[in-house]
């Protein structure tokens, strides 16, 4: 089954110790989902701004949480099918109880503090993912405790993907490509196009089901732009009652996410022949997209992707209708670190993982963009595989 295992804890765990070697620290805190799951392999169930979680990760010793009641019996559910890193958890009240006594809400920085001191941390350095108020309100209790900021050198700690990470955003991509098939199959004039993402969404759960029985998988979106409106990457915000009608050019995005991993897998789609100048601009962002994918190679700058894309658009006298960079990272967020493909001219690593996805957008016409996601290597795999020729795109 495509799950991750304690062999990637071990990785990332291997990765924050020389982090925190490298830049002095005790321990490191994550406050944020996405930071929080990275950690400890556990989706959280509650938004930390409402309710403020935190995991802990000492140089010596195990990890620790701070945890919302609310996550009480997820995370027994899932400590008992073995899938979380974290046996030591603290939760805090939403409010009070005789029969229980937990700390409430308020009492937040007294209970860090507390569970700093008895873990040796009083003291300590500690590396923060943001600056956090509770965190700060902490050092009220522990004054020799110092926090330092440290994102941006744990945002590197996910540019390269674990091969178990990969495996299960290469089986994610195999299902986005079944999706587009069935797409492909479905899409005729008269169609309401939120009536057949849900369709294809409400497919694509049954063949999830099939696929990955008991896995942790849900869709961030199946969404549509057709006509006009697929001109805007992110379509004209007046969708509903909107239909597919003939001689339109369609965007079509999936974006799943199974155990935490997302992919991306865009296409573009013509409801009958396209005519002369859709099928030139087709046929430009396939190439723009194929180059990107070409430049995905190890040692090449990241922003080397993007600029290949742009090349090809460039070239082909389209550039005037490019609106956005060629794509971003992808992990355990759909748009993942780094975030900055046109500017960031640090070398590509063996693992990394990015959406490849040029746009060329024409006011009157439509939108033209094909994203595969891709694994950086000496030789860059492409980790969906629905065909990218204009025969293809034809469909009705």
């Excluded at 998988?217 to 057709?226: E, G, P, R, S």
Aim: hydrophobic residues 45%; charged residues 25%; negative net charge.
């Amino acid at each position: 089954m495509p799950h991750i295992t304690t062999a990637v804890r071990d990785y990332r765990l291997a990765m924050m110790h020389a982090l925190m070697d490298r830049i002095r620290v005790d321990a490191l805190v994550f406050s944020t989902p996405d930071f929080f799951q990275f950690a400890t392999n556990f989706q959280l169930d509650v938004w930390p701004w409402e309710r403020p979680v935190f995991v802990f990760v000492p140089r010596n010793g195990e990890p620790f949480a701070v945890m919302n009641e609310l996550s009480t019996n997820h995370m027994r559910l899932c400590t008992e099918k073995e899938k979380v890193w974290l046996r030591d958890v603290t939760y805090y009240a939403e409010h009070p109880r005789v029969s229980q006594r937990l700390a409430l809400a308020p009492q937040l920085p007294e209970v860090v503090a507390s569970l700093l001191a008895s873990h040796g941390l009083g003291g300590s350095r500690i590396a923060v993912d943001v600056a956090h108020p509770i965190l700060a309100a902490t050092q009220r209790y522990l004054p020799e405790l110092a926090l330092r900021p440290a994102m941006a050198e744990m945002r590197a700690m996910r540019w390269v993907k674990h091969a178990e990470e990969l495996r299960v955003m290469r089986e994610l991509g195999s299902l986005t490509d079944w999706v587009q098939e069935r797409y492909r199959e479905n899409i005729r004039p008269g169609r309401l196009v939120q009536e057949l993402d849900h369709a294809m969404s409400a497919l694509m759960v049954e063949e999830a089901a099939r696929r990955f029985p008991g896995e942790d998988f849900d869709i961030l979106k199946c969404w549509t732009l057709t006509g006009p409106a697929s001109a805007s990457p992110h379509g004209d915000g007046a969708a509903c009652g909107a239909r597919i009608a003939a001689g339109d050019t369609i965007v079509n995005l999936i974006l799943p996410r199974l155990n935490g991993y997302y992919v991306e897998n865009e296409r573009t789609w013509f409801c009958g022949k396209p005519d002369e100048r859709q099928a030139r601009c087709y046929q430009v962002a396939a190439e723009a997209t194929d180059a990107a994918v070409a430049a995905a190679v190890t040692g090449r700058r990241v922003c080397d992707m993007d600029a290949a894309a742009q090349a090809v658009i460039e070239r082909a006298g389209l550039g005037e209708y490019i609106f956005h960079r060629t794509g971003h990272a992808v992990g355990l967020m759909l748009h993942e670190y780094p975030e900055d493909m046109a500017f960031n001219t640090r070398a590509l690593l063996d693992g990394e993982v990015y959406s490849a996805e040029p746009g060329i957008y024409v006011y009157g016409l439509g939108g033209f963009r094909l994203d595969d996601t891709v694994v950086v290597g000496e030789r860059p795999e492409v980790i969906v595989k629905t065909p990218k020729t204009l025969e293809y795109a034809t469909v009705a």
